[in-house]
């Protein structure tokens, strides 16, 4: 089984632009992060995919694999099926750009369910963390996520899922930590399907998968890490990596 690494990376970002490029303790987030991707030892390979000749150069010249958009793209499941579209791979790994603390042992508990999955029934799977805090729960930034008796993903929100009516029912909510590992096949047919009024409504790429009956295997892990959404996300992985130095 061939496995690949792809971080989709765009220089653009509405919350906060050009944050790939912020220096986190004397490299880019980018950098750090195809780093740690690398690190892992996961993959036979591990690629860049960028809109930006900016990302590119900062990969190119410190030693990685970048690789060019050729196309316009609105999301990074599209950006990565054009990069994949021609490679000899079973599956992809979809890293987020702003994630440098990938690390081991998520990533593996991913991929470890196509190894048992003989029937080829998992098109994807992905991550999900608890969330104990309310105010994390009712937060739209944080995608929730909720699941079937197998793990399988029933449905993604930004709104708090299941509503909280009964008290009583001791209900677990988890965060969709935005790393997929797809089947090359399941990967490839996304930019195909046009996108439906969940997705639209949600602006969450997942869900077109749910929409036209892809399955998504969702395994839960304990580490949170940090996602650089925020200048106040920098600086909170500022603090984390000065103090493991």
């Not at 979809?94 to 098109?123: A, M, R, W, Y």
């Not at 995608?143 to 001791?170: E, G, M, T």
């Not at 009024?197 to 998968?209: C, D, P, Q, S």
Request: aromatic residues 8%; contains cysteine.
């Amino acid at each position: 089984m061939r496995v690949i690494a792809m971080i989709p990376a765009r220089y653009a970002a509405s919350r906060f632009p050009a944050k790939l490029m912020q220096e986190l303790e004397g490299k880019t987030v980018i950098l750090r992060t195809y780093e740690a991707a690398v690190a892992t030892g996961l993959f036979d390979d591990v690629f860049v995919v960028t809109d930006s000749d900016i990302i590119f150069n900062e990969i190119s010249n410190n030693g990685g694999k970048a690789i060019m958009s050729i196309e316009e793209h609105e999301c990074g499941s599209d950006r990565i099926a054009e990069a994949v579209a021609d490679m000899d791979v079973d599956i992809v790994v979809n890293v987020q750009g702003d994630e440098p603390f990938t690390e081991k042992k998520s990533l593996g508990k991913v991929l470890e369910v196509f190894k048992d999955d003989d029937e080829k029934e998992i098109d994807l799977a992905s991550l999900m963390t608890p969330l104990t805090d309310w105010e994390d729960v009712e937060n739209p930034n944080n995608v929730k996520v909720i699941v079937d008796n197998r793990s399988f993903a029933l449905y993604f929100s930004r709104s708090p899922i299941p509503y909280p009516r009964s008290k009583d029912a001791h209900t677990k909510y988890f965060k969709h930590k935005g790393i997929y590992a797809f089947r090359k096949e399941a990967l490839i047919a996304f930019p195909k399907m046009k996108m439906q009024m969940l997705e639209a409504t949600e602006k969450i790429e997942a869900i077109r998968y749910l929409e036209y009956g892809k399955k998504i295997k969702m395994v839960e892990t304990d580490v949170t890490g940090i996602e650089i959404d925020t200048p106040e996300d920098l600086e909170k992985a500022k603090k984390i990596l000065s103090s493991n130095v």
